[in-house]
């Protein structure tokens, strides 16, 4: 058996260690490239998010003659969204919703999903360095978990777009971001059925990190529906959510067991957002911050200010030592 020394890369993605700040990042810059290459966009001119808001994409895009399936069939978008799926899976929080939305569309490709993707793929392009970070935690290990929902936005089947994001040592290690299974009939109905689809993730991640050996504390889940919580927290019959299926009432015997709670966000401090919808630049970058996915550059952009702050103090505290020294000195003198 050999030691290796620390790991630096497993299953394409890189790994870049700060023992000094106890912080880990992931990406994989590496991968990406290889991905670009495949598609023979290795050259295509970077975009600042990952999907444009003029793609409304939906099946009426869909070839509606033999001749223009034809022409698609020799397009690999099956490939194409299964490459970077493997990316959102791994290290790319940010493209979840865009490659959710793609990936609708495998079995009957249109011109404009086609071109979606490849502008998905100029964003990625843009952002090779992007990866998560995680670090330790005064705190101790805490599973915390943010939940949204962008309601009936699909325009096929009016379906609810449902997010989910949990962080554990201070980085995202779940997410999911899908359509619902049910057409919900409200915003109230559809944001109760995905908290409760979404606790579900941090029991079984709870488990785990007690198989590991490691103390956990109570789950804590934010949403920005004050209705939800108020129906979790009071489990009394009411006449607005009478046809929520029993099934989804999972969430309020976990919560009044202790085993989690239901807290509320203000939604444009909930990061699950940027997995439901296409955001601004502006609040989609914030998103990205709160959940640790950041680029390794920004990450080294820190550790230097860290470096600098602590050369300048320590400037700081040898320049009032000598003037101490001379204060006494010329005390002495006196």
Not at 18 to 40: I, T
Not at 72 to 87: K, Q, R, T
Not at 148 to 176: C, E, M, N, Q
Request: with cysteine; net charge positive.
């Amino acid at each position: 058996m050999m030691d290796l020394r620390n790991a630096r890369r497993i299953l394409g993605m890189e790994i870049v260690r700060n023992r000094e700040d106890h912080a880990l990042f992931l990406s994989q810059k590496g991968y990406l490239e290889k991905v670009f290459k495949r598609f023979s966009m290795e050259n295509s001119k970077p975009v600042s998010i990952p999907l444009a808001r003029h793609f409304r994409l939906s099946m009426t895009q869909c070839p509606q003659f033999e001749v223009e399936r034809n022409e698609m069939d020799f397009v690999p978008y099956v490939n194409a969204i299964g490459s970077l799926m493997y990316a959102m899976v791994c290290s790319r929080l940010d493209i979840a919703h865009s490659v959710s939305v793609l990936s609708r569309f495998m079995a009957n490709l249109g011109r404009e999903h086609w071109n979606g993707f490849k502008w998905l793929l100029r964003y990625v392009r843009g952002s090779l360095g992007v990866g998560l970070k995680f670090g330790s935690s005064k705190e101790g290990v805490g599973i915390i978990g943010y939940v949204d929902l962008d309601y009936a936005r699909d325009l096929d089947k009016r379906r609810s777009t449902t997010s989910y994001i949990f962080i554990l040592f201070g980085g995202p290690v779940s997410s999911k971001s899908q359509l619902q299974s049910i057409a919900a009939l409200s915003t109230t109905e559809a944001k109760y059925t995905v908290a409760t689809e979404a606790m579900k993730e941090p029991l079984w991640l709870q488990g785990l990190v007690k198989e590991l050996g490691v103390l956990n504390s109570v789950v804590d889940i934010f949403s920005d529906s004050h209705r939800v919580i108020q129906l979790c927290k009071n489990p009394v019959f009411h006449e607005r959510t009478k046809q929520v299926d029993v099934r989804y009432h999972f969430i309020r015997e976990t919560v009044s067991s202790g085993a989690a709670k239901l807290e509320k966000i203000s939604t444009p401090d909930n990061p699950a957002n940027m997995a439901t919808k296409v955001l601004l630049v502006s609040k989609f970058k914030y998103c990205m911050d709160l959940v640790q996915v950041m680029c390794n550059s920004c990450l080294s952009q820190i550790f230097i200010r860290k470096i600098q702050i602590q050369f300048f103090e320590l400037r700081w505290r040898m320049w009032n030592l000598v003037v101490q020294k001379l204060i006494g000195q010329v005390s002495k003198v006196s």
